[in-house]
């Protein structure tokens, strides 16, 4: 898993925007670095429903929100964006499981 874009700024308690891609190639945009009352965490890319309400679009499991908060919190304190150009991140092992249809 790479963090592969990273923008910084400063709206509200969203601290960074980030774009995530697995080692399969998928990218995923619109992940948020958020600073919360027990510290920094990433939050899942969300859509406005008709009800005006946010509902996340993609859904993980904890211990890959871990593995993402604490990219994020790499890259986010990193000023060189952690050893490569645009907060690109070494590759980091995930559990992988096989997914069944």
Known sequence: MFIVRMKK???GK????LDVQTSEGF???GFKLIE???GMFVGSPSQKGKDDEYRDTIWAE?????TLT????KVYSSDD???CQDNYVE?????KETISF
């Open 91 to 95: 590759p980091v092992e995930v559990k």
């Open 14 to 17: 969203i601290k960074a925007f």
């Open 70 to 73: 604490e990219l994020g919190n």
């Open 62 to 66: 904890r211990e890959l929100k871990d």
């Open 36 to 38: 919360g009352v027990k």
């Open 9 to 11: 700024g400063n709206w």
């Open 81 to 83: 964006g952690v050893k």
């Open 27 to 29: 990218t995923m945009k």
